[in-house]
């Protein structure tokens, strides 16, 4: 996937990023504009923040040449303040990860809340055997969306902590 950054006004941040994919559950904030167009049979979306402030640019500028698809997938969330001096920050505090699937965010999470270890101490403890025991992580996407914004972009899957 190619990305790449311009900044053609005084007014504005600009970044377009070439995309087959582009999935958000929520809608992005006010401030920030999503707009897309087919270039050579390749859907382009371009992420514009409206600013006139030199160092929110510098701060957006700084997080997509340094962090680049998970923190454009950050700026696509509908609550974030695209015009906070604390962007990077608050990116650092909110970012839960990186996914090829959705079934793999689910078997993460499903790892990261102790459900995996919490049913192998029932079966060793009950003598339940093993092979009886059947887990589906996915189930759990409803409870993982309680907890995480997820945004694809691409055919990956960024995840934050709402």
């Known amino acids: 996937m190619e990305k790449y950054i311009e900044i053609p006004k005084q ?3 600009e970044v377009e990023v070439l995309s087959k994919d582009v999935e958000m559950e929520s809608t992005p904030s006010e401030a920030v504009e999503v707009t897309e167009q087919m270039y050579r049979g390749e859907r382009i979306v371009t992420i514009k923040v409206n600013t006139q402030e030199p160092e929110i640019k510098s701060v957006i500028d700084e997080g997509y ?3 680049g698809m998970p923190f454009i997938a950050y700026m696509l969330l509908s609550d974030i303040d695209p015009s906070s ?3 990077l920050k608050d990116f650092d505090s909110l970012y839960a990860g990186e996914y090829t699937s959705r079934k793999e ?3 993460s999470w ?3 809340l102790g459900f995996a270890e919490a049913i192998q101490a029932t079966i060793k403890h009950e003598g339940i055997p093993e092979e009886t025991v059947i ?3 996915e189930a759990m996407m409803s409870m993982i969306k309680d907890l ?3 945004v694809e972009i691409g055919g990956r899957i960024y995840a934050f902590y709402k």
Do not use: Q
Request: glycine share 0%; net charge negative; charged share 30%.
């Open 110 to 112: 499903f790892e990261r």
């Open 135 to 137: 887990t589906r992580p």
């Open 85 to 87: 001096p604390n962007l």
């Open 148 to 150: 995480l914004d997820l």
């Open 65 to 67: 040449n340094d962090i």
């Open 11 to 13: 007014t504005s941040t």
């Open 105 to 107: 965010v689910a078997e």
